[in-house]
T-cell receptor, first 112, second 113 residues
Framework: QKEVEQDPGPLSVPEGAIVSLNCTYS??????FMWYRQYSRKGPELLMY????GNKEDGRFTAQVDKSSKYISLFIRDSQPSDSATYLC????????????FGKGTKLTVNP | NAGVTQTPKFQVLKTGQSMTLQCAQD?????MYWYRQDPGMGLRLIYY???????DKGEVPNGYNVSRLNKREFSLRLESAAPSQTSVYFC????????????FGEGSRLTVL
C-alpha cells in the first residue's frame, strides 16, 4: 500500500460548482497536512496547511483532516476557471520537511 | 520578489553529457531541496540541504550530486546524463524544518536523448 493515495482524475466541473478533492494515507505518524496547487508548467505553490486534525478555511477553500480515518479533503466553493490546476496533497511526520510525502495530484478543470 | 529562481528552464542533453542545474533563493531560508517530477510518479526528493554546509540524500539520489554553495544557492549536477533522467526538476526552499511549507521554483525541463 502506498503511503499516500490520490485519485489522479481528471476532474471536470462547471463554473460555480463545489469541488471535493481527497487523499488517503497509511502512516499514522503524519502530523502536518498540506495542499499544493500547481498550474501547468509552473512549480507547486502552497495553498492550505493544517496541523493535526480539524478544519481550516481560507476564502473559498476549506481543508479537512480526519486522522481517525486517515483521510484529508480540500473543498473549493464557487469554483472559478482560474482554479483549473493540478492539486497535490502532501503530508509530513514531525522532524523534517525532507520526509514530506506528496500525492500524485488531481488535475482539475473548471469550465466557464 | 524573485523567491526561488532556477536556471536553465529548458535543456536538451545527449546521453553521457554532464550539466548543472542552478537554484537560488532570496528568502533567507535555511533548507533547500531538489525534486524531480515525472508523469504517474509524482514529486520525488533527490537531495536536500537542511542548512548551509550540509547535504543529504533523498528518495532517488543515484546519478546526481549536489552542492550547497552558500545559504542562497543549491546546485544539482548530472555527471553522466541518462535517458531515465529526463524529467522536470524543481528546487524548493523552506524556512522552518518539519512542517512541509515549501516554496518552489518554476522548474527546469530536462530531456536526455
Amino acid at each position: 500500500q502506498k503511503e499516500v493515495e490520490q485519485d489522479p482524475g481528471p476532474l471536470s466541473v462547471p463554473e460555480g460548482a463545489i469541488v471535493s478533492l481527497n487523499c488517503t494515507y497509511s502512516n499514522s505518524a503524519f502530523q502536518y497536512f498540506m495542499w499544493y496547487r500547481q498550474y501547468s508548467r509552473k512549480g507547486p505553490e502552497l495553498l492550505m496547511y493544517t496541523y493535526s486534525s480539524g478544519n481550516k478555511e481560507d476564502g473559498r477553500f476549506t481543508a479537512q483532516v480526519d486522522k481517525s480515518s486517515k483521510y484529508i479533503s480540500l473543498f473549493i466553493r464557487d469554483s472559478q476557471p482560474s482554479d483549473s490546476a493540478t492539486y497535490l496533497c502532501a503530508m509530513n511526520p514531525q522532524g523534517g520537511s525532507e520526509k514530506l510525502v506528496f500525492g500524485k495530484g488531481t488535475k482539475l478543470t473548471v469550465n466557464p | 520578489n524573485a523567491g526561488v529562481t532556477q536556471t536553465p528552464k529548458f535543456q536538451v542533453l545527449k546521453t553521457g553529457q554532464s550539466m548543472t542545474l542552478q537554484c537560488a533563493q532570496d528568502m533567507n531560508h535555511n533548507s533547500m531541496y531538489w525534486y524531480r517530477q515525472d508523469p504517474g510518479m509524482g514529486l520525488r526528493l533527490i537531495y536536500y540541504s537542511a542548512s548551509e554546509g550540509t547535504t543529504d540524500k533523498g528518495e532517488v539520489p543515484n546519478g546526481y550530486n549536489v552542492s550547497r554553495l552558500n545559504k542562497r544557492e543549491f546546485s544539482l549536477r548530472l555527471e553522466s546524463a541518462a535517458p531515465s533522467q529526463t524529467s522536470v526538476y524543481f528546487c524548493a526552499s523552506s524556512e522552518r524544518r518539519g512542517t512541509g511549507e515549501l516554496f518552489f521554483g518554476e522548474g527546469s525541463r530536462l530531456t536526455v536523448l
